[in-house]
């Protein structure tokens, strides 16, 4: 707590004079890219999410690929959650859950659980869906960001790493990317201060706006916290439908681990 009003004090104090809209967009520099800014702590106690919506972008040269591409519909979903991994320590249950409710909530949904969960599935589909979901593993590697993954079922010889050198070749035509899955946000810092990772991967591929996360999250908070945003989703624009939902997630699970991982880049 001590350092996030440190934080605040040094990163949102100054520019609270200057806010006059209804929500904040935040491009980050350097290190700062894996800084949750939601979980800012004002001198009062609250956090920065409880004050406002809030949206990031990379960089402003991401803004050339999100602008004009934010689409009218949001009725058909493609979700994936809980691929087979061959490995028990690899079970989602609550990710599972969450996709399932997901259907329940958008009737023009197509899910894909366990085996059924693959990468051929996702490279397929994936173009003609309005809301993309993957509830499931992923992998980063600072090292050679290309080859970070979403780790999908095995289909035949096919590893079912969705890597994000395959995203990059997509053509989607998708309102919203979800990746309800571990460190999904981090990425390596290039020389620009642009970031090579899963996030730029979609926006590149085509989607405007694309939720993420910066550590390896709770499995149950995260289906509560997905399960609120998708029903405010029907309602409201993306960045608030997020808000309320980490503020309904903080009522049962307060501490910050549980709701600040999930942020979103790109359109509102």
């Known amino acids: 707590r001590k350092r996030s009003q440190n934080l ?12 006059h809209g209804k929500e904040v967009v935040i491009v980050p520099h350097a290190v700062l890219h894996s800084l949750p800014f939601q979980m800012l702590l004002s001198p009062q106690g609250k956090y920065l999410i409880e004050e406002f919506p809030i949206r990031y972008l990379s960089s402003a040269s991401l803004m050339q690929f999100t602008r004009g591409k934010r689409r009218a ?23 599972e859950r969450e996709v399932r409710e997901l259907a329940q909530i958008y009737s023009k949904s197509d899910v894909f659980l366990r085996e059924q969960a693959t990468k051929s599935k996702a490279v397929s589909l994936s173009p003609t869906h309005d ?15 290309m080859s970070s993954a979403l780790l999908l079922a095995h289909d035949g010889n096919d590893n079912g790493r969705l890597q994000v050198a395959n995203i990059f070749s997509l053509n989607l035509k998708s309102d919203l990317v979800v990746l309800s899955a571990c460190e999904t946000g981090l990425g390596k810092i290039s020389s620009g201060d642009e970031i ?13 706006s694309v939720i993420t996360t910066l550590w390896k999250v709770n ?32 009522k049962e699970f307060s501490q910050p681990f549980f709701w600040a991982a999930y942020g979103l880049t790109g359109q509102p």
């Open 219 to 250: 499995d149950r908070a995260s289906y509560e916290l997905m399960s609120a945003f998708y029903s405010n989703l029907k309602t409201m624009k993306k960045s608030e439908a997020l808000r309320q939902a980490q503020l309904k997630t903080m």
């Open 131 to 145: 809301i993309l979901h993957f509830a499931v593993h992923a992998e980063f590697n600072e090292e050679d960001p």
């Open 73 to 95: 519909s949001r009725e058909t979903t493609l979700a994936m959650g809980n691929p087979s991994l061959g490995d028990p320590a690899y079970e989602l249950r609550f990710a």
């Open 8 to 19: 605040y004090e040094l990163l949102i104090r100054p520019a609270l004079p200057h806010i």
């Open 196 to 208: 090579i990772g899963l996030t730029r991967a979609f926006i590149y591929a085509g989607t405007p």
